[in-house]
């Protein structure tokens, strides 16, 4: 088993308490709030009202490392300890904002926090810390597979003393809320090197910079993720000054393997308790309903899809403990099979024991009445998000060959 410290309990029980009491009871509240919102995209009260209460109760910026813990009022959680605060942040896809911990502002942080100035971090960490902007990250195009990051063909070409940007790109998270105030953007500035690792760069784009332009909302199977969405984006000559480049020209490539690693371990995280959470509402519901005579619970087939559900959890579970584990012992270069195994496994084992519970809900399960639809619908984007499965299985199975082949 895998201990967990004592910081890292104290934040579970206090994080637990903050859900009875805080959360679990404003998921109607939070569903009005943006239905009645003038726009889908708009900033929603009650999560304000919320992080108030999260920083007081230290609850804020809980997924910082200690490598990192200058940028926070904490020691800092190492991947083992902060796993089990995800997985619970994860049984309520909203919560997240609450205390800082969403995505992609966490990876877009932990980029700032690595890689930035201190100009940089001045005036665009600074704020992402406290919860007053927010961010996004722009890598994937539609022209092009973009599962092999080397494929993007957005242009970064210097100009005198600027970076001219030229290219599209979509289902970029947050861009669509209104608070996300700047953009991380990858594309080529050397496509002619004979390192195809070293073309691209990462520049910071300021969303009020003319020339760039949201396209279009995007779905995923039907859900627009309000209020921090997913969009299509146009960037059509966008001028920024030289020393927005992130690092310097031809190192996009290296930030983005840096930060594609924890953000999705803490994806894998969050799953689990969605997964979890949908277990548990589905045992509650086969104790309250009954067919031919007999609760569900009596079925045989209900038992089974029980039983395989929670074995399977806890199974993901052990796997991600053991990944972050491995993380915090070795980095997450030298992790990269589990965090594989990891990507690979637990957002189509989420799907499938969230389709399970739907099922035991009957037609309900399909509905925003129950918390299920959207979850499925999160852990089925998240087999396309940061590397889709294909991409991880074929880097793992090139690992393990070569491992146990030599």
Same mark, same amino acid.
């Given at each position: 088993?895998?201990?967990?410290?004592? %910081?890292?309990?104290?934040?579970?029980? !206090?994080?637990?308490?903050?859900?009875?009491?805080?959360?679990?009871?404003?998921?109607?509240?939070?569903?009005? /709030?943006?239905? /009645?919102?003038?726009?889908?995209?708009?900033?929603?009260?009650?999560?304000?009202?919320?992080?108030?209460?999260?920083? #007081?109760?230290?609850?804020?910026?809980?997924?910082?490392?200690? !490598?990192?813990?200058?940028?926070?009022?904490? /020691?800092?959680?190492?991947?083992?300890?902060?796993?089990?605060?995800?997985?619970?942040?994860?049984?309520?896809?909203?919560?997240?904002?609450?205390?800082? &911990?969403?995505?992609?502002d966490t990876g877009n942080m932990e980029v700032f926090m690595k890689y930035a100035t201190p100009a940089q971090q001045e005036r665009w960490l600074k704020p992402l810390l406290a919860g007053d902007i927010r961010s996004s990250y722009a890598m994937t195009e539609p022209q092009v597979a973009s599962s092999d990051a080397t494929n993007i063909e957005l242009r970064i070409e210097q100009d005198g003393d600027e970076w001219v940007l030229n290219g599209r790109k979509w289902f970029i998270t947050g861009a669509m809320y209104e608070r996300c105030a700047i953009f991380i953007v990858m594309g080529k500035s050397d496509p002619h090197n004979s390192n195809r690792h070293k073309q691209q760069s990462q520049v910071l784009v300021p969303r009020d910079t003319p020339g760039l332009s949201i396209v279009r909302p995007l779905t995923t199977l039907g859900y627009d993720d %309000?209020?921090?969405?997913?969009?299509?984006?146009?960037? #059509?000559?966008?001028?920024?000054?030289?020393?927005?480049?992130?690092?310097?020209?031809?190192?996009?490539?290296?930030?983005?393997?840096?930060?594609?690693?924890?953000?999705?371990?803490?994806? &894998?995280?969050?799953?689990?308790?969605?997964?979890?959470?949908?277990?548990?509402?589905?045992? =509650?519901?086969? +104790?309250?309903?009954? +067919?031919?005579?007999?609760?569900?619970? /009596?079925?045989?087939?209900?038992?089974?899809?029980?039983?395989?559900?929670?074995?399977?959890?806890?199974?993901?579970?052990?796997?991600?403990?053991?990944?972050?584990?491995?993380?915090?012992?070795?980095?997450?270069?030298?992790?990269?099979?589990?965090?594989?195994?990891?990507?690979?496994?637990?957002?189509?084992?989420? =799907? +499938?024991?969230?389709?399970? &519970?739907?099922?035991?809900?009957?037609?309900?399960?399909?509905?925003? #009445?129950?918390?299920?639809?959207?979850?499925?619908?999160?852990?089925?984007?998240?087999?396309?998000?940061?590397?889709?499965?294909?991409?991880?299985?074929? %880097?793992?199975?090139?690992?393990?060959?070569?491992?146990? !082949?030599?």
């Amino acid at each position: 088993m895998f201990s967990f410290s004592e %910081a890292s309990q104290q934040y579970q029980n !206090s994080l637990s308490e903050f859900f009875d009491q805080h959360i679990y009871p404003n998921e109607e509240h939070y569903a009005r /709030q943006l239905q /009645q919102s003038p726009s889908r995209f708009a900033a929603i009260p009650l999560i304000d009202e919320l992080k108030a209460k999260a920083k #007081d109760a230290g609850l804020w910026n809980l997924f910082i490392p200690p !490598s990192l813990a200058e940028f926070c009022d904490h /020691q800092g959680l190492s991947n083992l300890d902060y796993a089990p605060l995800a997985e619970l942040m994860g049984r309520v896809l909203w919560s997240p904002e609450v205390f800082n &911990c969403n995505a992609p502002d966490t990876g877009n942080m932990e980029v700032f926090m690595k890689y930035a100035t201190p100009a940089q971090q001045e005036r665009w960490l600074k704020p992402l810390l406290a919860g007053d902007i927010r961010s996004s990250y722009a890598m994937t195009e539609p022209q092009v597979a973009s599962s092999d990051a080397t494929n993007i063909e957005l242009r970064i070409e210097q100009d005198g003393d600027e970076w001219v940007l030229n290219g599209r790109k979509w289902f970029i998270t947050g861009a669509m809320y209104e608070r996300c105030a700047i953009f991380i953007v990858m594309g080529k500035s050397d496509p002619h090197n004979s390192n195809r690792h070293k073309q691209q760069s990462q520049v910071l784009v300021p969303r009020d910079t003319p020339g760039l332009s949201i396209v279009r909302p995007l779905t995923t199977l039907g859900y627009d993720d %309000a209020p921090i969405g997913h969009a299509e984006l146009l960037f #059509d000559n966008v001028r920024v000054p030289l020393e927005n480049i992130l690092l310097g020209p031809g190192r996009g490539f290296e930030i983005a393997q840096g930060r594609l690693g924890p953000g999705r371990i803490h994806h &894998c995280m969050r799953l689990i308790g969605a997964a979890q959470r949908s277990l548990e509402l589905a045992c =509650q519901r086969v +104790t309250s309903r009954s +067919t031919f005579g007999r609760e569900l619970s /009596q079925h045989q087939s209900v038992r089974e899809d029980i039983a395989k559900s929670f074995a399977e959890i806890e199974m993901a579970r052990l796997l991600v403990l053991k990944t972050c584990k491995r993380m915090d012992e070795v980095g997450p270069k030298a992790a990269m099979d589990l965090i594989a195994a990891s990507k690979i496994s637990v957002p189509l084992m989420a =799907q +499938t024991i969230i389709d399970r &519970c739907m099922q035991m809900h009957g037609a309900g399960g399909l509905t925003e #009445d129950y918390c299920m639809a959207e979850a499925f619908n999160y852990a089925r984007w998240c087999r396309q998000a940061d590397g889709p499965d294909q991409v991880h299985q074929m %880097a793992l199975g090139k690992q393990v060959i070569k491992r146990y !082949s030599a």
